[in-house]
């Protein structure tokens, strides 16, 4: 399967604990989007990166989250003390850079206690 | 916030066409209008997109009206599988996307 890949699928963590979420692009992708969807919503935009350099953040982005992506090919969504209210899926997506097509993982269902 | 509305839900009978309508008002010269889908548990799936032509591939036909304020998702014969929530998206060009809350098709048999 050469699709987006996301690990783990289902992550349980009490709140305060710090959590990281792997995002595996489709190969030949140069951007990597990172979204946040909580139930009943549509997804939401936190992040994205043109190979190693992140280019813009949204302001849901705050300074408990930090994502990576070092050597432009696979890329980390971190949040430390987490909260009850990052309970969500959070979503990766990739695309070439002059594609239109954002291809989209299955997503990290994140649980917060 | 989304550029876009869409209403919240619709319904047809499988086999039958889905016509799923999407406002867009505000959208500017040199943004596209996408369509992506998000079956239950799963993340979005791109289905189309266009600029001011209208389209068709394998899964949907898009129609954009003359003046853009407006377009329609075509499913020619709707499945029980294309049971789904349908996020109509306008965009620059290889561009983060806005989501609204989108609208619920429901298939039903």
């Known amino acids: 399967d050469t699709g987006v890949s996301q690990d783990p699928r289902h992550k349980i963590t009490k709140r305060g604990q710090n959590v990281t979420f792997r995002c595996d692009p489709i190969?030949?992708?140069?951007?990597l989007y990172w979204y946040r969807q909580t139930l009943g919503q549509g997804p939401e935009f936190l992040t994205y990166?043109?190979?190693?350099?992140?280019?813009?953040k949204s302001r849901l982005l705050s300074d408990r989250f930090s994502a990576e992506r070092p050597k432009g090919s696979f890329s980390t969504l971190e949040i430390q003390r987490t909260e009850q209210g990052d309970s969500a899926m959070y979503l990766c997506?990739?695309?070439?850079?002059?594609?239109?097509?954002?291809?989209f993982g299955p997503g990290t269902r994140l649980t917060v206690l | 916030d989304a550029k876009t509305t869409q209403p919240t839900s619709m319904d047809c009978a499988e086999g039958r066409a889905a016509n799923l309508p999407c406002n867009h008002s505000?959208?500017?010269?040199?943004?596209?209008v996408y369509w992506y889908r998000q079956i239950h548990s799963q993340g979005p799936q791109y289905i189309i997109h266009?600029?001011?032509n209208n389209e068709t591939n394998e899964m949907a036909s898009l129609i954009i009206t003359e003046d853009r304020k407006s377009s329609t998702l075509i499913l020619p014969h709707a499945t029980l599988r294309d049971t789904a929530v349908y996020y109509c998206?306008?965009?620059?060009?290889?561009?983060?996307?806005?989501f609204g809350k989108g609208i619920t098709l429901s298939v039903r048999p």
């Open positions: 997506a990739s695309s070439l850079t002059d594609g239109h097509e954002q291809f």
């Open positions: 266009g600029l001011k």
């Open positions: 190969s030949e992708h140069n951007r």
């Open positions: 505000t959208i500017s010269g040199n943004e596209y």
């Open positions: 998206i306008v965009s620059g060009a290889n561009s983060k996307l806005t």
């Open positions: 990166f043109q190979n190693e350099a992140q280019l813009e």
